[in-house]
Structure formats: C-alpha cells, structure tokens
C-alpha cells in the first residue's frame, strides 16, 4: 500500500466522522418542537427517541438523515476519495472496499459521539444499516427484514435493532465467504455490527429486566 492510498484513508476516515457527526435528531427537534431530544427517554439522538418525543413524522425524517450519513460515507469514499477504473482487479476492489469500511466506522463514531454535540448523540442503528446499505445492498436489504420482524412482533425497536446489527455482520460473512463480497466490508458489518450491539448494553439490561419501553410509549422528560 502506498503512502498515497494512506492518506485517502486518513481523508475517508475525517469525511466519515464528520458526515457522521452531523446531529440529525438535534436539529429536527430543534425545528420541530424547540427542544433537546437528549433531554428525554434515553437521551440519544436518533429516531427512536424522536419518535417518543415529536411523534412519526420527525421520526422518519431524522431516520432518513441518519441512513443517509451511512450512505454518503460510502459513496464519498467510492466515488471521490478512493475511485478505481472499470476493469480494476480485485485487489483494487478490495483496497477501495478498505477505504469504504473506514468511512463507514467513523460515520458511527461521529454518530454515536458527534463533535457538534460534546462527543455525544445517538446508537448508530441507522447510520450503520445506510453504510451496510452502499457497501451492499442485499445484505442490507436481508438485516432490515431481520431486524423488522423482531420489532413487529414485540414492539421493541432496541430488540430489532440489536438483531439487524447481529445479521448484518453474519450475512456480509457469508457473502464474502462465498466470493460475492470483499472483507473489509465484512470487516466493518461485523466490528460495527457490535459496535451497535455494545451501544445497546442498557436496552439489553431493560430487556433481560422487562422494563424496556416498547414502541408507542413516551419519553421522560430528565
């Protein structure tokens, strides 16, 4: 690897965190209802959380914001940063593919710990699921379907988002495994699929406790 291609990793790794570091949930409550969701329920800043507080349609609208952070990471890195010609051999792939994971993970740490908001913000479910989106959308595709029927049949958005984390990361395996990826994407679908996860850890306790707050219920004002 040339000192070249490190460089447009360090420069995938800054547009990343700061895409995702963009506070979504932040500014639409500020536009929708004048208030801090962090200041409510769980104290994240994605749409879950919204939801509790502003109601669906802020909800979708910071979901889409946050999906697309993931997606734009992705395609920065593809397109802009790391852009490789049509015939490129698969090693070229596999370094572009590197560049993607890059943007990919720091999009969720500027998610989750946004420079705009003192290294605070949300879990990551979505930014994650729109970088796993770009990289690959079957895989993406097969975790949304995973992750809705959890939420469907039981209400709880955390035990949705926790399985469609813990597939991502075994789907994008498989695809790999099987030739029809390359590992650093499922590099990035199994550390950030964890990463999600371990963000998680307090819903994980609710849940195991049974006082996890399903979807419908409204957040506590702090």
Same mark, same amino acid.
């Given at each position: 690897?040339?000192?070249?291609?490190?460089?447009?990793?360090?420069?995938?790794?800054?547009?990343?965190?700061?895409?995702?570091?963009?506070?979504?949930?932040?500014?639409?409550?500020?536009?929708?209802?004048?208030?801090?969701?962090?200041?409510?329920?769980?104290? +994240?800043?994605?749409?879950?959380?919204?939801?509790?507080?502003?109601?669906?349609?802020?909800?979708?609208?910071?979901?889409?914001?946050?999906?697309?952070?993931?997606?734009?990471?992705?395609?920065?890195?593809?397109?802009?940063?790391?852009?490789?010609?049509?015939?490129? !051999?698969?090693?070229?792939?596999?370094?572009?593919?590197?560049?993607?994971?890059?943007?990919?993970?720091?999009?969720?740490?500027?998610?989750?710990?946004?420079?705009?908001?003192?290294?605070?913000?949300?879990?990551?479910?979505?930014?994650?699921?729109?970088?796993?989106?770009?990289?690959?959308?079957?895989?993406?595709?097969?975790?949304?379907?995973?992750?809705?029927?959890?939420?469907?049949?039981?209400?709880?958005?955390?035990?949705? !988002?926790?399985?469609?984390?813990?597939?991502?990361?075994?789907?994008?395996?498989?695809?790999?495994?099987?030739?029809?990826?390359?590992?650093?994407?499922?590099?990035?679908?199994?550390?950030?699929?964890?990463?999600?996860?371990? !963000?998680?850890?307090?819903?994980?306790?609710?849940?195991?406790?049974?006082?996890?707050? +399903?979807?419908?219920?409204?957040?506590?004002?702090?």
């Amino acid at each position: 690897m040339s000192g070249g291609d490190l460089l447009r990793y360090l420069c995938a790794a800054v547009v990343g965190y700061l895409l995702g570091s963009i506070p979504s949930g932040v500014l639409v409550g500020r536009l929708f209802g004048n208030l801090d969701p962090r200041a409510y329920g769980s104290g +994240k800043t994605g749409a879950t959380n919204i939801l509790r507080t502003l109601g669906p349609g802020p909800a979708i609208l910071v979901a889409l914001m946050d999906v697309a952070k993931g997606v734009v990471a992705v395609l920065v890195a593809r397109f802009l940063i790391f852009p490789i010609p049509a015939n490129a !051999s698969v090693g070229q792939h596999t370094v572009q593919a590197g560049a993607e994971a890059i943007a990919a993970f720091c999009a969720l740490l500027g998610h989750n710990f946004s420079i705009f908001l003192h290294f605070t913000g949300g879990r990551g479910v979505a930014t994650g699921g729109g970088a796993i989106f770009a990289q690959n959308p079957l895989t993406g595709l097969i975790s949304i379907v995973c992750m809705a029927i959890p939420i469907i049949l039981t209400r709880y958005m955390s035990l949705g !988002s926790i399985t469609g984390a813990a597939v991502a990361g075994i789907t994008s395996l498989i695809f790999t495994l099987t030739g029809h990826d390359y590992w650093p994407h499922a590099a990035f679908a199994l550390v950030g699929g964890a990463f999600v996860i371990y !963000s998680h850890r307090d819903n994980i306790h609710r849940l195991l406790t049974g006082t996890e707050r +399903k979807i419908g219920q409204p957040a506590v004002h702090h």
